[in-house]
């Protein structure tokens, strides 16, 4: 999944359980370790953890997404967006958000070092290792792989 296909999703669950529009910006943060998501108050961005758009945290994605809208819809609301707020708790409950970041194992994981990007989907890889990109191919669509951050 990229960032627009990302974005499609906010906006279909924005409208389907929280009868109203997502009209801000969806972003792929893949350096998120702990968090699912989050909510940005200034420009009512939300970022969501790369980690989770992989097909097999569907389920924990689509619960992260509605967390984030939780807040975000009651922020812009004038609401209690915040997660000790009345408010919050008992729409998180109504659309079925997530109360806690899935774990996926990310705090074990080795951390990531490597992040490559499927120049035809635009779909991230993080790899704790280096890996030969003339001999690995994006496993969605057969695309070739460009190394786009390296951490140490
Ligand atoms: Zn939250
Ligand atoms: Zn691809």
Redesign the pocket.
């Known amino acids: 999944m990229n960032e627009n296909e990302l974005q499609t999703l906010v906006e279909q669950i924005s409208l389907t359980y929280f009868k109203r529009p997502f009209n801000h910006q969806v972003k792929i943060n893949n350096r998120m370790r702990t968090t699912g998501g989050r909510y940005f108050l200034k420009d009512h961005h939300i970022e969501i953890n790369g980690h989770f758009l992989a097909e097999n945290y569907r389920q924990d994605l689509i619960g992260i997404i509605k967390h984030e809208l939780t807040h975000y819809h009651l922020h812009l609301l004038g609401k209690g967006y915040q997660h000790r707020n009345t408010d919050f708790k008992n729409l998180l409950k109504q659309v079925g958000g997530s109360r806690y970041t899935p774990d996926i194992g990310l705090r074990r994981k080795a951390k990531i070092n490597y992040l490559y990007r ?6 991230i890889y993080p790899r704790v290792r280096k890996i030969n990109t003339r001999r690995y ?7 070739e792989l460009r190394l786009i951050e390296k951490s140490n």
């Open positions: 499927c120049q035809n989907c635009g779909l191919y994006c496993g969605k669509c057969r695309g």
